[in-house]
């Protein structure tokens, strides 16, 4: 299978979590390599994993802090309907469309909407896909206090492999600097309560690992899309990956 990579963003990455640690686990190599490279990141968490059967909110905030500051990130914790009774709901899309015109960002990065992983996941990745939608319409009335925003890219991310997309050819990132690596295992390592009770950073270390190999690469994260992505230019093309 071919994997395409793509060139960096230009501008800010506005990136949504579920629950503390979300986008760590899920995308936090590729978060490192943005901040190493200078990009402006901001952290929407949509909950303090007040569900979980570790840690606790005040807890789980912290580690939530200490992560995205380890990864120059801006954190804004938000809530909504509380972890693990997330639901669907017009109000929650207009205040995620609402953050989306507040940060203006070039680029927002959410869970993936696949069905099969926690559910406050994929009904995150709905609300978010709706949301940058009812960003640019001006007429929205509940949000003309806010100047209508166009996002660039709209990409998901997987947290675990069930929540992979089957119908998206990955995006494949080359994650591979030990510098990066480095502060994403001390990112992932910031949640605590969350990493003493089962083996997360070896599994997604390992996850990284098979998809780097796979394409001759040391280690590699995968983003997806649901709409075409427009070039204008064959040189934004990064290479191609085979496997062996």
């Known amino acids: 299978m071919k994997l395409t990579r793509l060139s960096r963003t230009k501008g800010s990455i506005l990136i949504f979590g579920a629950h503390p640690d ?3 686990f899920g995308c936090g190599a590729i978060v490192a390599s943005e901040y190493l490279a200078g990009s402006k990141i901001t952290f929407i968490v949509c909950s303090r994993g007040e569900s979980g059967s570790f840690g606790n909110p005040k807890t789980r905030a912290k580690e939530a802090t200490k992560a995205a500051k380890l990864l120059g990130a801006e954190l804004q914790l938000i809530d ?6 997330l639901e669907i709901k017009t109000a929650h899309i207009l205040t995620l469309a609402e953050k989306i015109r507040a940060l203006k960002p070039a680029m927002v990065i959410a869970p993936s909407t696949t069905k099969t992983q926690h559910p406050d996941h994929y009904k995150l990745g709905e609300m978010v896909r709706d949301a940058t939608r009812l960003a640019r319409y001006g007429g929205v009335k509940e949000l003309k206090a806010l100047t209508a925003h166009k996002i660039n890219q709209l990409l998901f991310y997987a947290v675990t492999p069930d929540a992979e997309p089957k119908d998206s050819l990955p995006l494949l990132f080359d994650v591979s ?3 990066v690596i480095s502060l994403w295992k001390k990112a992932m390592q910031a949640h605590a309560s969350q990493v003493k009770s089962k083996k997360y950073v070896e599994f997604q270390l390992a996850r990284a690992r098979v998809l780097g ?17 427009v070039f204008n230019s064959l040189s934004q093309f990064g290479t191609s990956a085979r496997s062996f």
């Open 80 to 85: 909504l309907d509380g972890d693990a009774h």
């Open 177 to 179: 600097s030990p510098k």
């Open 22 to 24: 979300d986008i760590e």
């Open 213 to 229: 190999l796979n394409s001759s690469l040391e280690y590699a994260q995968a983003l997806y899309h649901e709409h075409s992505l």
